[in-house]
């Protein structure tokens, strides 16, 4: 694997690489080495806890016969699946499902990461519980999204089996809630997975390979291409892997902490699993790299002296406006890089190459790759929120239609919202949009023109995500870097509201206490937000509100 760079960039990447050098960067990695990172030994210890990804591909390798043969009883009982997962759980069977697509005589895969009743309900409505294999998806087993997803789920089959358990599987470390509910349940199968992976990292570990197999995708060409690209980033203290990181890193300390990722649209939702990757990974300490993805391209575009851009090619005629795009840039001060994926297939490749580049970066910024610290506060809120209404106490703030920051009292009124906030972006600033809503191709479209609207009148990065499913990904950015966002959480009312068995609330008041807790997470982080609630017709609303920007 090879990285292209232009001259702007290969000046970072030389200085990059001298001081990964200096740090015994490779070598410290491989060894397991927590000082690579972190000084003090608490630090260090958490970080050595949490370094078994690195050559994961060498056990999941081992666990193919096995997992090949569940794979093969799945196919023949059943015809849909759906993963109740988050983040890491979630993103990299997202990234698999998108970019092989339905295999012939397989089931198909439904992911599902979200709290929206409407989006739980669509995926309801496409399925035959009976004939629906669940994989409960879970590092921890604790999480509150695949756990309330599972108590809905396990309802609706236990309606029409009278071995419910038989319809589930799990994914899980050892010794956790889940491996418990697991064997109490009856469940089909459970997968455990080594414990010193966190969940971002987790992509070649049965988290990825389990739902992959099921679906009748090429495990074993994915993991072989990864472990041949893996032998070669051990050996080689300038890899591709180190150039990545070597950019990203010194790219930050020269101001340039707009990560823009350019891909084909065979290849994009990579940019999703990246994304949580890279947010989640190095923003913290008032310090973040932001990637970029999705964002609609333009040529001769007069971008900001804030990013860098990383082209990932893949073939195929898809590629020649991304192409054209990049080799315009490559000719200007920008730092850009193109990496070739070669073919799908790759992908496993990819994984492991971003993933070394995140923790070399994380060792140039001198920060902990590996850790959350700022997820937390808005899972706190969301549970207080909870509380209140099992007590039958639900906050009017939830639905109001308009909340704005402390910070933003008197700037930000509702009747003259798009200039209000033009008028807060800085120079540095990025934007992201965050709904709380049903995902489709009609959500997804009318947010890539709110997108890009901000985009050509400020310059400025913007940044899109659902939540809940942001909250396990860039959350933690935007709580823990220099405070340099401008968040816009968006909720509305649910056409279709469900309620989650075992509790006193539904789905849609899961959801929008999430929102409603992030947008306070953010408030207390002195975080510069606005949130918005819409009734419906959904559809509509968004339209009027996106036609004033």
């Known amino acids: 694997m090879k990285i292209i760079a232009n001259k702007s960039a290969q000046t970072l990447i030389t200085a990059g690489i001298e001081k990964l050098n200096e740090l015994n960067f490779t070598q410290k990695l491989y060894g397991r080495d927590g000082s690579l990172w972190k000084q003090d030994l608490e630090s260090i210890k958490f970080i050595e806890s949490f370094l078994g990804w690195t050559e994961i591909y060498d056990w999941s390798f081992k666990q193919i016969p096995e997992i090949k043969t569940f794979a093969q009883e799945v196919k023949n009982n059943f015809n849909h699946i759906v993963l109740m997962g988050m983040g890491g759980s979630s993103l990299a069977p997202e990234v698999l499902r998108v970019i092989f697509g339905r295999q012939k005589g397989y089931p198909e895969l439904f992911v599902l990461d979200s709290t929206n009743p409407d989006w739980i309900c669509r995926v309801r409505s496409q399925i035959d519980p009976l004939k629906t294999l669940f994989i409960f998806a879970s590092k921890s087993g604790g999480t509150v999204e695949p756990s309330s997803q599972f108590a809905y789920f396990y309802d609706e089959v236990s309606k029409v089996s009278k071995t419910p358990g038989a319809n589930f599987i799990a994914i899980t470390d050892p010794e956790t809630g889940l491996e418990t509910l697991a ?10 997975n080594p414990a010193d992976i966190g969940g971002r990292f987790s992509a070649l570990s049965l988290f990825g390979l389990v739902p992959a197999a099921l679906c009748g995708f090429d495990i074993d060409d994915i993991l072989k291409k990864a472990a041949r690209t893996g032998d070669n980033f051990k050996t080689d203290k300038n890899s591709a892997a180190a150039q ?65 851009f990383v082209y990932i090619s893949c073939g195929g005629a898809n590629d020649a406006k991304v192409r054209s795009i990049a080799g315009a840039l490559a000719k200007t001060e920008h730092p850009i890089v193109e990496i070739d994926m070669e073919e799908t ?102 947010f ?102």
């Not at 064997?183 to 455990?192: A, P, Y």
């Not at 300490?285 to 575009?301: A, Q, T």
Request: charged share 20%; net charge positive.
């Open 183 to 192: 064997k109490q349940k009856n469940f089909r199968k459970i997968f455990l």
């Open 244 to 308: 990545l990181g070597a950019l990203i890193g010194q790219a930050y300390a020269a101001g340039r902490d707009k990560l823009v990722l350019l891909m084909p649209s065979n290849i994009d939702i990579f940019g999703l699993w990246v994304e949580q990757l890279v947010a989640e990974s190095t923003g913290k300490e008032r310090k973040g790299i932001v990637p970029v993805s999705g964002e609609l391209l333009h040529e001769n575009f007069e971008y900001k002296n804030d990013r860098i």
């Open 345 to 446: 297939n790759a992908v496993g490749a990819q994984f492991l190459l971003w993933e070394i580049a995140t923790a070399a970066a994380g060792a140039l910024m001198q920060i902990n790759p590996f850790d959350q610290p700022n997820v937390q506060l808005a899972k706190t809120i969301t549970k207080s929120l909870l509380t209140d209404l099992e007590a039958g106490k639900k906050s009017a703030q939830t639905t109001a239609e308009i909340l704005t920051s402390k910070n933003l009292m008197g700037k930000i009124n509702l009747p003259t919202l798009t200039q209000d906030i033009y008028n807060i972006i800085k120079n540095n600033d990025y934007v992201a949009l965050l709904p709380y809503l049903n995902a489709s191709k009609d959500i997804d479209d009318i």
């Open 448 to 549: 890539a023109v709110f997108r890009d609207k901000i985009l050509t009148h400020t310059k400025n990065s913007v940044l899109f995500g659902y939540g809940p499913r942001y909250l396990h990904s860039t959350g933690q950015l935007h709580k823990g870097d220099g405070n340099n966002g401008i968040f816009i959480i968006m909720s509305a009312d649910a056409q279709n509201d469900v309620k989650i068995p075992g509790q006193t609330y539904t789905f849609a008041d899961l959801c929008n206490a999430q929102a409603l807790a992030d947008f306070k997470a953010l408030e207390e982080k002195g975080r510069r937000a606005v949130k918005l609630h819409f009734k419906q017709p959904l559809l509509d609303e968004l339209k009027k509100l996106i036609s004033q920007f």
